[in-house]
């Protein structure tokens, strides 16, 4: 209710102030302050270690030592795979050009496995001039090969009919170089300690 003062003029009247609160009522209101920080986001560090390790499991599983895979075919030594494709060459007897293509393959085949000289790729001519000078044949055998590819070379681009005990004595002459050239297996220490060569069969 507002105050009235008397003076000798006039009434003087005093708004009266706000109502009486109780002061700690007043003093727990206060603004509403920033969040307090609980430390440094670790999420991105996480997702860094996860995906480190993700490509290193990744790396290890495809760089890791795989069991060697062994082809079948190397398994078996040059002479016997050579031997095992001249057994068709017999039902080829009435082509001739067809017979000495196979033989001469297959002996140009079986000199690279065994001795690495490249045949295959080669001319005869190139082949022999290359044979000449290697010491991996003796000269029976190199003249046994060139006589051998010689006859081949005619029936092939000469357009020769040999007849079929010519052709038979190729597939003989083939087999006799393979034999006796063939890679022999060599035992333990004899006592004397020299190793011995198996016989060739």
């Known amino acids: ?8 003029s006039s009434a003087l009247v005093v ?11 007043v003093q727990d209101i206060r603004p509403i302050r920033d969040p ?17 390790a993700l490509a290193g499991f990744a790396w ?13 075919a190397l398994l078996i030594p040059p002479h ?41 790729d080669r ?8 044979l000449r000078n290697s010491s991996r044949l003796n000269e029976e055998h190199k003249a046994l090969l060139e006589n051998f590819l010689m006859k081949c070379d005619l029936v092939k681009f000469a357009r020769e009919e040999p007849s079929e005990p010519e052709l038979r004595g190729l597939l ?10 063939r890679e022999v297996s060599v035992p333990a220490a004899t006592p004397e300690g020299v190793a011995a060569e198996a016989t060739p069969k």
Request: glycine share 2%.
């Open 123 to 130: 001319t005869t001519e190139e082949f022999l001039d290359e």
């Open 15 to 25: 708004p009266a102030g706000p109502p009486n609160t109780n002061s700690a009522a």
């Open 36 to 52: 307090v920080p609980l430390g440094p986001d670790l999420t991105w560090l996480w997702i860094l270690l996860a995906v480190a």
């Open 172 to 181: 003989d002459a083939a087999l006799r170089l393979i034999d006796e050239t």
């Open 80 to 120: 016997r795979r050579a031997k095992e494709r001249l057994r068709g060459a017999t039902e080829l007897l009435s082509d001739p050009y067809a017979f000495c293509s196979l033989v001469s393959d297959v002996i140009r085949v079986y000199l690279e496995e065994r001795f690495n000289l490249h045949a295959p």
């Open 60 to 72: 290890w599983w495809f760089t890791r030592k795989k069991p060697a895979v062994v082809d079948p």
């Open 1 to 8: 209710m507002p105050l009235q003062l008397k003076t000798n």
